[in-house]
């Protein structure tokens, strides 16, 4: 299959602009979609080419299928690549992309379906020897049969519904009543939001981190996987700094866990990006997710890999060979990233608006992946992430030293940004030391410290 000469990109803001710029190393021609809300956005002035596909609400334009597909056709555009948010995880999307003879940069359908629906990837998980947290390993469908595994495995435990994920339609319990209770509300809730009342309950795991596996799938049947990501440093869901490497985990705990995640791949012959999530406590990796896009962290997995994991999607698609020699890639220094949204440092109030000023700082190991420029504006319908910083260095003191340097120099004026909060995280000895989970920003932001407290 010869490679694509233009491709759609199905999407906003930095990955927008990420997109192209793979695309433009790569000799293929862009076309951006945009909202009415977008007209002066940064993807749509790089683009070679621009399609309004309708008002500014995401329903409307973004999330539109049909103004899609008839942007791609009207420009002759060969694949669509949807980012992340948005159409990325929609299965049914996936499918009509490719009847329509356009190519999808992501997975098949099928797969996309299968993770989306948290009781299936789980189950999926088990059977291909990937490690989960004990529960009831598939929907629990009455009180009685919830206390029953309860009384199994021990309280507290977190009752979680099949459709969500991302930490949408979860409560944790810890006695019978309470769990009575979580089983009854999140069954309403997830009827409610997704449409579907199906839970299952596991084990809650007090202090745990996030820690995530990235893969890379050819179409020929060739697994990668490069490394891990430590995303414990968030806020309602919503992760703030990531790392890789992990300050916790050993080599051969990254070995063991890639070797796990390498023959799943080879199993459900798995095709694209994609990225295995686990919670990590006291040595022990357990899966809770899969994500079947590229991620807004992949950054720092390029910087110490030196794969451009966005041009090796794309390369997927129109069916190259995945061309590296080891199963395993070797992962050189360590890098971190910021997501700087435009919001309040304290209070997280969007703050959309004009961009008065705008410097990025630059020198060695540096990277930013942002959509503003100076006197551009920040439209206040979508996410407020509007910038990443990202560090690379030999060692994660240097990473830290080149990202508080890095976090001086960057100015964006005119709306409230997270800069402060990432200035303040970064003078923490909790986070030199890597003395951190899941819960640790949380505190910090509340006033606490951000150590790990037992
Ligand atoms: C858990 C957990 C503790 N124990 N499952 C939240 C998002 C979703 N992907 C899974 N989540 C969790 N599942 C068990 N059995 C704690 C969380 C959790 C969390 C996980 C990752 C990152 C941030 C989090 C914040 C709160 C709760």
Same mark, same amino acid.
């Given at each position: 299959?010869?490679?694509?000469?233009?491709?759609?990109?199905?999407?906003?803001?930095?990955?927008?602009?990420?997109?192209?710029?793979?695309?433009?190393?790569?000799?293929?021609?862009?076309?951006?979609?945009?909202?009415?809300?977008?007209?002066?956005?940064?993807?749509?002035?790089?683009?070679?080419?621009?399609? @309004?596909?309708?008002? !500014?609400?995401?329903?409307?334009?973004?999330?539109?299928?049909?103004?899609?597909?008839?942007?791609?056709?009207?420009?002759?555009?060969?694949?669509?690549h949807?980012?992340?948010?948005?159409?990325?995880?929609? !299965?049914?999307f996936?499918?009509?992309?490719?009847?329509?003879?356009?190519?999808?940069?992501?997975?098949?359908?099928d797969?996309?379906?299968?993770m989306?629906?948290k009781?299936?990837?789980?189950?999926?998980?088990?059977?291909?020897?990937?490690?989960?947290?004990?529960?009831?390993?598939?929907?629990?469908?009455?009180?009685?049969a919830?206390v #029953?595994?309860?009384?199994?495995?021990?309280?507290?435990?977190?009752?979680?519904?099949?459709?969500?994920?991302?930490?949408?339609?979860?409560?944790?319990?810890?006695?019978?009543?309470?769990?009575?209770?979580?089983?009854?509300?999140?069954?309403?809730?997830?009827?409610?939001?997704?449409?579907?009342?199906?839970?299952?309950?596991? #084990?809650?795991?007090?202090?745990?981190?996030?820690?995530?596996?990235? %893969?890379?799938?050819?179409?020929?049947?060739?697994?990668?996987?490069?490394?891990?990501?430590?995303?414990?440093?968030?806020?309602?869901?919503?992760?703030?700094?990531?790392?890789?490497?992990? +300050?916790?985990?050993?080599? #051969?705990?990254?070995?063991?866990?890639?070797?796990?995640?390498?023959?799943?791949c080879?199993q459900?012959?798995? %095709?694209?990006?994609?990225?295995?999530?686990?919670?990590?406590?006291?040595?022990?990796?357990?899966?809770?997710?899969?994500?079947?896009?590229?991620?807004?962290?992949h950054?720092?997995?390029?910087?110490?890999?030196?794969?451009?994991?966005?041009?090796?999607?794309?390369?997927? !698609?129109?069916?190259? &060979?995945?061309?590296?020699?080891? &199963?395993?890639i070797?992962?050189?220094?360590?890098?971190?990233? @910021?997501?700087?949204?435009?919001? =309040? +440092?304290?209070?997280?109030?969007?703050? /959309?608006?004009h961009?008065?000023?705008? $410097?990025?700082?630059?020198? /060695?190991?540096?990277?930013?992946?942002? @959509?503003?420029?100076?006197? @551009?504006?920040? /439209?206040? $319908?979508?996410?407020?992430?509007?910038?990443?910083?990202?560090?690379?260095?030999?060692?994660? !003191?240097?990473?830290?030293?080149?990202?508080?340097?890095?976090?001086?120099?960057?100015?964006?004026?005119?709306?409230?940004?997270?800069?402060?909060l990432?200035?303040?995280?970064?003078?923490?000895?909790?986070?030199?030391?890597?003395?951190?989970?899941? =819960?640790?920003?949380?505190?910090?932001?509340?006033?606490?410290?951000?150590?790990?407290?037992?």
């Open positions: 299959m010869p490679m694509f000469k233009k491709l759609l990109i199905a999407n906003r803001g930095e990955i927008a602009v990420r997109i192209h710029r793979a695309c433009r190393e790569m000799g293929i021609s862009t076309v951006a979609v945009h909202s009415e809300a977008d007209s002066n956005a940064l993807h749509v002035k790089m683009a070679n080419e621009s399609v @309004c596909i309708g008002p !500014a609400q995401a329903k409307d334009s973004y999330l539109n299928i049909p103004a899609i597909l008839a942007a791609a056709e009207v420009t002759d555009a060969e694949a669509i949807p980012g992340f948010g948005f159409l990325s995880e929609n !299965a049914k996936a499918e009509i992309v490719e009847e329509l003879g356009f190519t999808f940069v992501g997975p098949k359908a797969h996309i379906r299968l989306g629906d009781v299936s990837a789980l189950e999926f998980a088990r059977e291909a020897g990937i490690p989960t947290i004990p529960g009831s390993n598939g929907v629990v469908d009455s009180e009685d919830a #029953k595994i309860a009384d199994e495995i021990g309280y507290p435990v977190i009752v979680k519904a099949s459709a969500g994920g991302g930490g949408r339609g979860m409560k944790v319990a810890h006695s019978e009543s309470s769990l009575r209770q979580a089983i009854n509300v999140a069954q309403t809730e997830a009827h409610a939001a997704f449409g579907d009342d199906r839970v299952y309950i596991e #084990k809650f795991l007090e202090r745990p981190r996030h820690i995530e596996i990235q %893969v890379l799938c050819d179409k020929h049947g060739h697994v990668m996987t490069l490394g891990e990501r430590d995303c414990s440093l968030q806020r309602r869901h919503q992760k703030l700094i990531e790392e890789t490497p992990s +300050p916790v985990i050993k080599d #051969k705990e990254r070995q063991t866990i890639s070797e796990i995640v390498s023959k799943a080879e459900m012959e798995y %095709v694209g990006a994609g990225t295995f999530e686990f919670l990590f406590e006291d040595g022990e990796f357990y899966f809770i997710e899969m994500n079947t896009r590229i991620q807004v962290e950054p720092v997995t390029e910087m110490v890999t030196g794969i451009d994991i966005v041009r090796e999607q794309i390369a997927i !698609a129109a069916g190259e &060979k995945l061309n590296f020699t080891k &199963k395993t070797g992962l050189r220094g360590h890098s971190i990233e @910021c997501r700087i949204n435009a919001e =309040h +440092p304290e209070t997280f109030i969007p703050s /959309p608006g961009v008065t000023d705008y $410097y990025t700082p630059g020198g /060695p190991g540096v990277r930013v992946d942002s @959509c503003l420029y100076s006197e @551009c504006d920040i /439209p206040p $319908y979508y996410d407020a992430m509007v910038a990443k910083l990202i560090v690379h260095g030999s060692t994660r !003191a240097e990473a830290i030293s080149r990202l508080r340097r890095a976090l001086e120099e960057f100015v964006i004026g005119g709306v409230d940004t997270t800069l402060p990432h200035r303040r995280i970064l003078n923490t000895s909790a986070f030199s030391e890597g003395n951190y989970n899941i =819960h640790s920003l949380e505190r910090f932001i509340g006033g606490g410290r951000l150590d790990v407290q037992d």
